[in-house]
């Protein structure tokens, strides 16, 4: 029988210690039936990269809020793009300001959230993502 | 190139791609495995097991450290964490203890939800750990998920199996229980800066003097009495006890020594061949059990299990009646 999971990669690029929201969002994709795979604080986009790798995502969530993002994540597209996981689709929850929003776009991102999220959103686009993927 | 010959050329992605196919158990995934077979059979498989917070995976990480200093041995770590038994979802969580392990291209570390099994691990892990024997991984590190008194299939399919307790777990009644103290081939002691080691130390040394009785004089009330038990001899493996602290690398290299003696071991008693056989033996026959039962399904027809369910649930018929039914198809 096969069975085909949505596998998720939480990860806290960067140096901010704060990993409430990423342990929110990781608990809420498990309640969706998902496998999360959580690297925990201060990971560099090379560590994130290989830890994608090493467990065939197809989703990578970054939690940035130290105002990073614009350094940490094209640097990770970038690397993801390297090691041939061109598929992976990235997003990013955190302290993002609007006028950041399309420049991430257009990199590539799939989906930021911003305070007030709701997971339930967050569960869907995943899930939209990776069948858009499949499909 | 196929998957198959992109991972035994060392290709990593096509070795995490092969990784989820087997785990899923597609037809590709099945494929393959067969492809892989005639490689496996070269890796020494570590099993890690332990209660939840003993420091499995801390001391995994130091461990895989070990293995790759001053060698060119790869080493690949299958990390078990539990899936929910309601939405089948899981946080798999054991990375986070292994990040100095990051940026080595001789480590591959991947995590696996245990997907409804109770063993302590996965029904694919074997599976998964033979894809990583057939890429060249020498040393593979089994973690399995945080486990109780009976999540012991990890015996099953390692050569050594390293079992983590730590102070202040339980007392010598659950030391002198069934179950996972039985399957350690090598004991550690993790957290041993903590208070109450002594404790947990004697407990278990004392299990072991149950399990394997030596020749000895006791004092008791004064009196030298002789006690006569089966003679230990050469051959007979008695797990030694580490105390390590994983979190600072302190007790490391006894561990490593420890795990080095039990392969010396495995290969002077014919032990490494007869686990080897054993695991094998009990794999195929998981698949029969499998397959066996898949054609049963594709044979019966639905209508008429339904009925058989319905008569159990009315207490017409009983289960042991149910299933010679539909196996036979006689009426009861």
Known sequence: MTEK?????????????????????????????????????????????EAALQEDVDVVGLSILSGAH????????????????????????GIIPDEDLPRLKEMGITGIYGPGASTEDIIKEVRAAVQLRGA | MSLTESVLAGNRLALARLLTQVENDSPEGRR???????????????????????????LVNQLALHYRKGTDRKVAIVAVDPSSPFTGGAVLGDRVRMRDLSGDSGIFI???????????????????????DAAGYEIIIIETVGAG?????????????VVVEAPGLGDEI???????????DVLVINKADRPGVENTERALRSTLELAHPARRVF??????????????????????????????GKGIAAVIASIAKHVEHLRQSGDWAARDR???????????????????????????????????????????????????????
Do not use: C
Request: no cysteine.
């Open chain 2, 278 to 332: 054993a695991r094998l033996e009990s794999e195929m026959e998981t698949l029969l059990r499998e397959a066996l039962l898949d054609r049963f399904f594709a044979s019966v027809q639905q209508v008429k299990y339904e009925e058989t369910i319905e008569k159990v649930i009315n207490r017409n018929i009983s289960p042991y009646e149910a299933v010679k039914y539909l196996l036979n198809g006689k009426q009861v």
């Open chain 2, 110 to 132: 991947r995590s696996m939800a245990a997907r409804g099994s109770l063993g302590g691990i996965a029904k694919k892990t074997a599976a998964l750990v033979q894809v990583f």
């Open chain 1, 70 to 93: 614009m350094a940490l994540a094209p640097r990770i597209l970038e690397l993801l793009k390297k090691n041939g996981q061109d598929q992976v689709r990235v997003f990013i929850g």
């Open chain 2, 32 to 58: 393959a495995l067969a492809e892989l077979f005639p490689h496996t059979g070269r890796a020494h498989l570590i099993g890690i097991t332990g209660a939840p917070g003993t420091g499995k995976s801390s």
């Open chain 2, 219 to 248: 004092r008791h009330h004064g009196q030298t009495m002789s006690v006569s038990a089966p003679a230990i001899d050469s051959t007979t493996w008695i797990p030694p006890i580490n105390k390590t602290v994983a979190t600072e």
């Open chain 2, 174 to 184: 659950q030391a002198i229980k069934a179950g996972i103290l039985e399957i350690a």
């Open chain 1, 5 to 49: 999971k949505i596998r998720v990669l939480v990860a806290k690029p960067g140096l901010d210690g704060h990993d409430r929201g990423a342990k929110v969002v990781a608990r809420a994709l498990r309640d969706a039936g998902m496998e999360v795979i959580y690297t925990g604080l201060r990971q560099t986009p090379e560590m994130i990269a």
């Open chain 2, 149 to 161: 008194q009976s999540e012991v299939d990890v015996a099953r399919l390692a050569h050594t199996t």
